[in-house]
């Protein structure tokens, strides 16, 4: 699933499938912001995904229940090249 956003700093959203954990679908969650840079965020829940598309603000959607709580890395052409975040703290 891809997404647009109406926000400043977020230009889209895509999520994709990985595993099912009692009933609950998790994906990877990527982000492409509009000032450059291309990130993925992994064990995203699907339901974070639509929050997050329907948030009123991404970023700050972003700031607060997806950056502090998975683990992610930043995208080089097309290619994860470092885990970052909430997991290897």
Known sequence: MIAVTNSSNVASVGWTFVFEDDGRRFGDLYISFK???EYV???V???RFVELIGAPSAGKYLNQQIKPNHVFGKI???KEV???GAGNR
């Open 35 to 37: 000032g450059g840079g």
């Open 41 to 43: 965020y992994h064990k």
């Open 45 to 47: 829940p699907q339901d």
């Open 76 to 78: 080089v052409n097309g």
């Open 82 to 84: 470092k885990d970052e």
